[in-house]
């Protein structure tokens, strides 16, 4: 069993950086892939990165590629999304998430986070 705790929402301007952490609990999440997703008000779950176990393979959506990078820290069980030139489009609750078969679809993973609010205004 895994639980996941994300930080480091919060509201930035356009152009900022804000940098979320994931923090897992339980042996094994060294040994799952992991990603982040966000939603938007009214809008559906969307994938944003994802990061396989071993930290060597890095996935990201077109539209923050070059702005936003994953990361994790097996050794103390926390992944992480830096996220610079922040756009207000962006603006969405973020969930991290562990164990995919398919990094793409959030049907396919097995533990999720309760999510942490990004807010950028413009």
């Known amino acids: 069993q895994v639980q996941l705790e994300e930080s480091g929402g919060g509201l930035v301007q356009a152009g900022g950086s804000l940098r979320l952490s994931c923090a897992a609990s339980g042996r094994t999440f060294s040994s799952y892939g992991m990603g982040w997703f966000r939603q938007a008000p009214g809008k559906e779950r969307e994938f944003v990165a994802a990061i396989s176990w071993t930290g060597a393979s890095t996935y990201y959506i077109d539209s923050v590629k070059g702005r936003f990078t994953i990361s994790r820290d097996n050794a103390v069980n926390t992944g992480y999304l830096q996220m610079n030139s922040l756009e207000p489009e962006d603006t969405a609750v973020y969930y991290c998430?562990?164990?995919?078969?398919?990094?793409?679809?959030?049907?396919?993973?097995?533990?999720w986070g309760q999510g942490t609010q990004v807010t950028v205004s413009s």
């Open positions: 998430a562990a164990k995919w078969s398919d990094y793409r679809n959030p049907r396919t993973y097995g533990y």
